[in-house]
T-cell receptor, first 114, second 118 residues
Framework: GENVEQHPSTLSVQEGDSAVIKCTYS??????FPWYKQELGKRPQLIID?????GEKKDQRIAVTLNKTAKHFSLHITETQPEDSAVYFC?????????????FGTGTRLTIIP | GAVVSQHPSRVICKSGTSVKIECRSL??????MFWYRQFPKQSLMLMAT?????????EQGVEKDKFLINHASLTLSTLTVTSAHPEDSSFYIC??????????????FGPGTRLTVT
């Protein structure tokens, strides 16, 4: 089955700086890569996703890049703000009706230092 | 749109009893729902995939007789933890997959249920 590794497990950055979180996946058939933000005791919230037919996607301060050859994808947060502090999870799945389960990475605890 | 609710949000039960958790998609139909378990400071681990009108598909290592899943309608899936033990204490989260357009790729998560077994 799919295996997703995520690094780093913890990350502290000064407010205003950029944060980068990286994930690698094992199954070359995976074609959908979402990123979730989870605050303590809350539900995971989808913040951005990318499909395998594109290499990069951006939404305001958040961007995701995908390298299918190397089987890795990254989350980039620019101009970080205190409210960006949370745990971020990457995930991978094969989007094929009847088989869409997500495999999550181990999470990155991001702390923004004011 | 795409709101998923869970009930209850917290439950405390005694060892040996059963607990039912409900997952509802409030404003869309979900033919597929997923049940996850999350231990403190850990990732989400998929327990089972729930399909409306058919049997759930359990992940390896998850006891289907202990974690009963019923997906009786397009908006409701239930997880029943039978004969609960303290080691079943965890945060249980469901998600529902949209089934329209490109949104069919996305999963929308419920707020989770914190189960404590004493």
């Amino acid at each position: 089955g799919e295996n997703v590794e995520q690094h780093p497990s913890t990350l502290s950055v000064q407010e205003g700086d950029s944060a980068v979180i990286k994930c690698t996946y094992s199954d070359s058939a995976s074609n959908y890569f979402p990123w979730y933000k989870q605050e303590l005791g809350k539900r995971p919230q989808l913040i951005i996703d990318i499909r395998s037919n594109v290499g990069e996607k951006k939404d305001q301060r958040i961007a995701v890049t995908l390298n299918k050859t190397a089987k890795h994808f990254s989350l980039h947060i620019t101009e970080t703000q205190p409210e960006d502090s949370a745990v971020y999870f990457c995930a991978a799945s094969i989007q094929d009706f009847g088989n869409e389960k997500l495999t999550f990475g181990t999470g990155t605890r991001l702390t923004i230092i004011p | 749109g795409a709101v998923v609710s869970q009930h209850p949000s917290r439950v405390i039960c005694k060892s040996g009893t059963s607990v039912k958790i409900e997952c509802r998609s409030l404003d869309f139909q979900a033919t597929t729902m997923f049940w996850y378990r999350q231990f403190p400071k850990q990732s989400l681990m998929l327990m089972a995939t729930s399909n409306e009108g058919s049997k759930a598909t359990y992940e390896q290592g998850v006891e289907k007789d202990k974690f009963l899943i019923n997906h009786a309608s397009l908006t409701l899936s239930t997880l029943t933890v039978t004969s609960a033990h303290p080691e079943d204490s965890s945060f249980y989260i469901c998600s529902a997959r949209a089934n329209w357009g490109l949104a069919r790729y996305e999963q929308y998560f419920g707020p989770g249920t914190r189960l404590t077994v004493t």
